[in-house]
């Protein structure tokens, strides 16, 4: 399975899912910070049960979904506008908003992974560290998310920093 983020002129960002030989054809041919036009995909609504960045709708890429690269690029300037830091949330008074949410390792994972698929390390850390304030103990997932999206960015120091924190928790247990 691979799942990627995708998002139209209107900054709206829906999952998009492949399973199996779709996975095969679309590998390597899918950039990121690339625009293409999509065509034969299926929309549906979302699984309750996964974390999804669409409340209601997602895409299935199947054998007969195409994709062309468009001509002219979608700015990530206007995607990255309305993304705001989650210090600034919860420094704004806004933490209320949260206050009948359990923490979710499964939640924080996916942010983390989109965050760093589109190369915010900075939100991913805000994120990593947001997590354990809020009692939510990270993972295996979560470190290896973590350093493979820091080592893929030439972020060494602190990839091997997370490495060795992560083999100090895994000692703890």
């Known amino acids: 399975m691979w799942k990627i983020i995708v998002v139209d002129e209107e900054v709206t960002r829906i999952q998009a899912i492949m399973f199996n030989d779709v996975v095969a054809k679309f590998k390597g041919h899918i950039e990121k910070e690339k625009t293409y036009i999509v065509s034969n995909g299926i929309v549906k609504p979302t699984n309750p049960k996964f ?27 206007n995607i ?13 008074g806004e933490e209320k908003l949260f206050t009948n949410l359990e923490p979710d390792i499964k939640g924080f994972n ?7 698929s589109f190369k915010m390390t900075g939100l991913a850390i805000e994120c990593f560290y947001l ?15 973590l350093i493979k999206g ?14 060795r924190k992560r083999r100090d928790d895994m000692v703890n247990l």
Request: hydrophobic fraction near 40%.
């Open 131 to 145: 997590m354990k304030s809020v009692g939510c103990e990270p993972d295996r997932l979560t470190f290896r998310i």
């Open 150 to 163: 820091l080592e893929s960015d030439g972020e060494t120091s602190l990839s091997a920093t997370l490495s």
């Open 80 to 92: 990255l506008k309305d993304f705001v830091s989650i210090h600034e949330v919860i420094n704004n």
């Open 110 to 116: 996916a942010l983390l992974d989109t965050s760093m």
């Open 51 to 77: 974390p999804n960045v669409h409340p209601d709708l997602e895409l299935t890429f199947n054998v007969a979904t195409n994709t062309v690269e468009a001509p002219s690029p979608v700015a990530m300037v």
